[in-house]
């Protein structure tokens, strides 16, 4: 738990019981979610309301602690970003449709423009995952 706060207060996000667990769960998830699983996992709790989760989701997003994609059917999904900036892709497997997240460091292509700044990277990768392989 220190651990979130120190990332919420680093990014200067005020501190709150629901940012710490939509933070974690999405920490401890470690694969791209989207809002209605976010709800879901949360149904019971009255103050993770639905505009809650998705008012928590866009600061942390704007702050860039997650990640905020469109996915292949159309629904937007959420990922914890490690703080890392811009260098963040998805790998999605086309047999099982799983959806993984890898942060790399892509600064040395970014840099190659010199009449444009990147500010972003939404870069989604398509193979077989590991599991699918056997």
Known sequence: MFGIKKLLTDKKIRVTKNKIKLLGYLINKNCPVTAVEIIGNF????SLNKSTVYRIMDELCEKGLIFKFLSENGEYMYCFGKGEGKSHVH????????????????????????????????????????????
């Open 91 to 134: 790998l999605v497997c086309d047999k099982c449709g799983d959806y993984y997240c890898k942060n790399i460091n892509l600064d040395k292509i970014l840099n190659n423009f010199d009449d444009f700044q990147t500010l972003s990277v939404n870069a989604t990768f398509h193979g077989i995952c590991s599991r699918c392989k056997k």
């Open 43 to 46: 149904s019971k709790e009255s």
